[in-house]
């Protein structure tokens, strides 16, 4: 994830029929069908938040964190968690919510 210079934090939940993935830090967010997809999405939707900032002249840094309920969801989260992009320019860390 090139351009990310921190570490990020992502709710994973099911919502009718279809996988969303939410930013805390930062409102971002990603939806699909399967988590194969939505990792794909999610991926995608990171590179172009940071493009457009990089073309703003800011960063993703300037996006406002998630509503307050979704750090609930954090705090509630399963067992189960995902890092991706684990280099110097930091990570995203996925967790399975209900």
């Known amino acids: 994830m090139s351009g990310l210079h921190e570490n990020l934090r992502f709710v994973v939940y ?29 991926t995608a939707t990171l590179q172009a938040e940071i493009a457009i900032a990089e073309k703003k002249g800011t960063t993703v840094a300037a996006i406002a964190p998630a509503p307050d309920h979704f750090f609930q969801m954090w705090q509630e989260r399963s067992g189960f968690t995902l890092t991706i992009g684990g280099n110097s320019h930091g990570h995203a860390e996925l967790a399975l919510c209900a």
Do not use: K, M
């Open 14 to 42: 099911a919502d009718d029929g279809a996988w969303t993935a939410q930013g805390l830090e930062h409102d971002i967010c990603a939806h699909a069908p399967d988590l194969n997809t939505l990792y794909e999405r999610l």
